[in-house]
């Protein structure tokens, strides 16, 4: 019997991410039949490459979804609270990369290293969750298995190109600005991120925490499926590229030791450990962008408290943080036959 292809739209196709999904579904061979790249009316005509030929972009509108089997959005909350449902309507199964649906009690929640299984309850949209949310739950979930997982206090040091293209660009200027003597006026970020470190992503909300931070507490307890995990994130902008890095301290009910956290780690789906502090080997952003894996490494025993592990974590938030966990969740529905027949 011949392989199944499917009908694939990406929502946002000229964005960072949507690039990154487009070249993502090239590099994993996933059986696509058609590709159907979207984007706002006033970039149609344009064109992406896919498989060695250059594919029109057309407007994402109501009527572009017919005979599409999966959706992958990534073109901002608005245009998925307005065209996720229509996609759904026509018949296909969307994969939104916004905050629009993550915390929907209706819309699973899912990174597939972790929590596949909820695939199975899909009501037509199925929630890609924040980058740095996607790598931390990647290197908790093995920890969790040997033993609960109680608390988690979390600060991130996330790239520029988590806030998109804009982002990554207002860095390259600002550095080159203040190399030159200058003082760049900020734009995307609330003040100059070039040599600076700014403890600030997304907007303030309740508590005097960001919604970057809350984003990390809800959707961490929703991934794991328990809301009695404890979770204090805070999210800091530094000036890379690409690449979100962690420093994650963890209390579980038992005591884990360092060899059997790292040997939990290692035999992990989608963990590499980085783990000699002898030699001088930890994850680093720079040296792993544009790769798919969640690195951990400082794997060490947390002194201070009864039962606690300290982690350094670290992945592209571009790649494994948007891009390659849609593409996983569409194999995941494909594999799963999860995916509506037309």
Known sequence: ????????????????????????????????????????????????????????????????????????????????????PEAVRSGAVVIDNSSAWRLDPECPLVVPEVNRHDLDWHKGI??????????????????????RIERVVVSTYQAASGAGMSGYLELREQAEAVLAGDTPEPRTFQHVLAFNAIPHIDVFQELDYTKEEWKMVHETRKIMGRESIGVSPTCVRIPVFYGHAESVNLQTEDRIGVTEARRALMAAEGVEVIDDPSSNLYPMPGPLAHTDAVYVGRIREDHSIEHGLNLWVVSDNIRKGAALNAVQIAESLVELDLVKTP
Do not use: Y
């Open 1 to 84: 019997m011949p392989k199944r292809e499917w009908n694939v739209a990406v929502v946002g196709a000229l964005g960072m991410v949507g690039t990154e999904m487009i070249r993502t579904l090239e590099q994993r061979a996933f059986p696509v039949r058609d590709l159907r790249p979207l984007d706002r009316s006033e970039l149609a005509g344009k064109t992406v490459s896919f498989r060695g030929t250059r594919v029109e972009v057309r407007a994402a509108d109501s009527d572009a979804f017919r005979d599409v089997d999966i959706a992958i959005f990534s073109a901002g909350g608005e245009a998925s609270k307005e065209l996720a």
């Open 126 to 147: 199925v929630a890609n969750p924040n980058c740095s949310t996607i790598q931390m739950v990647v290197a908790l979930k093995p920890l969790d298995d040997l033993s």
